[in-house]
């Protein structure tokens, strides 16, 4: 009886430090990101005394933000149909890899080699938009939403979920990996795959 081969992951690099900033414990995201968006919250309520309603209203739009980023990002960049080869390389490298391996538990959070700039270029984005004071809340409650996102994310592909409304995020995720439909690009949420008519069972 031959002995079961060691698990390997797919390999995205040649250079070694490049390949191991690909790859992250699942640990990693709450101890990076969980303390900012303490502290962002924080600022909001103790330095910028911003009332408790006000405060509340600011983070829920922060995590609904979270939500629709995340299906943009699945969407349109992670499932962008790029036609050179720098473009499937670099779709490949954020999300190919992880529907060739959707099992690689170090890769099924995001590394804060991808992660830290992203999320720096989101926070000057909803500057823009959102001002101080209330800008840092907001990011707090989106970075929330988003840690929300990568333990759902892990845990659809690595735990049973017996929970009615975690084992239906699970189904609904792994549908989105194994039925050929396509679509179904909410982890955390099905919201906006209903808004925008992407839940193939939705017709």
Same mark, same amino acid.
């Given at each position: 009886? /031959?002995?079961?081969?060691?698990?390997?992951?797919?390999?995205?690099?040649?250079?070694?430090?490049?390949?191991?900033?690909?790859?992250?414990?699942?640990?990693?995201?709450?101890?990076?990101? %969980?303390? !900012?968006?303490?502290?962002?919250?924080?600022?909001?309520?103790?330095?910028?005394?911003?009332?408790?309603?006000?405060?509340? %209203?600011?983070?829920?739009?922060?995590?609904?933000?979270? $939500?629709?980023?995340?299906?943009?990002?699945?969407?349109?960049?992670?499932?962008?149909? %790029?036609?050179?080869?720098? =473009?499937?390389?670099?779709?490949?490298?954020?999300?190919?890899?992880?529907?060739?391996?959707?099992?690689?538990?170090?890769? !099924?959070?995001?590394?804060?080699?991808? %992660?830290?700039?992203?999320?720096?270029?989101?926070?000057?984005?909803?500057?823009?938009?959102?001002?101080?004071?209330?800008?840092?809340?907001?990011?707090? $409650?989106?970075?929330? =939403?988003?840690?929300?996102?990568?333990?759902?994310?892990?845990? $659809?592909?690595?735990?049973?979920?017996?929970?009615?409304?975690?084992?239906?995020?699970?189904?609904?995720?792994?549908?989105?990996?194994?039925?050929? /439909?396509?679509?179904?690009?909410?982890?955390?949420?099905?919201?906006?795959?209903?808004?925008?008519? $992407?839940?193939?069972?939705?017709?």
């Amino acid at each position: 009886m /031959e002995s079961e081969k060691p698990y390997q992951s797919i390999r995205l690099f040649d250079n070694e430090l490049l390949e191991r900033l690909s790859h992250v414990h699942p640990i990693v995201p709450l101890l990076l990101w %969980a303390p !900012l968006a303490c502290w962002l919250i924080w600022r909001g309520f103790y330095v910028y005394e911003l009332s408790l309603v006000p405060l509340m %209203a600011v983070g829920l739009a922060g995590l609904l933000a979270w $939500t629709l980023s995340e299906y943009m990002l699945h969407r349109f960049v992670f499932h962008f149909k %790029a036609s050179g080869k720098a =473009g499937k390389w670099f779709v490949y490298l954020f999300h190919g890899n992880h529907h060739d391996d959707p099992k690689d538990k170090s890769r !099924l959070v995001m590394p804060p080699a991808g %992660a830290i700039p992203i999320m720096a270029l989101l926070y000057l984005l909803f500057g823009l938009v959102v001002p101080q004071p209330w800008l840092q809340p907001f990011c707090g $409650t989106f970075i929330i =939403g988003y840690l929300i996102y990568d333990y759902i994310h892990y845990s $659809t592909h690595h735990f049973p979920m017996k929970n009615p409304v975690a084992r239906f995020l699970k189904h609904y995720h792994l549908k989105h990996h194994h039925s050929g /439909e396509g679509g179904r690009y909410g982890v955390s949420s099905p919201l906006w795959d209903r808004v925008f008519r $992407t839940d193939p069972s939705r017709g």
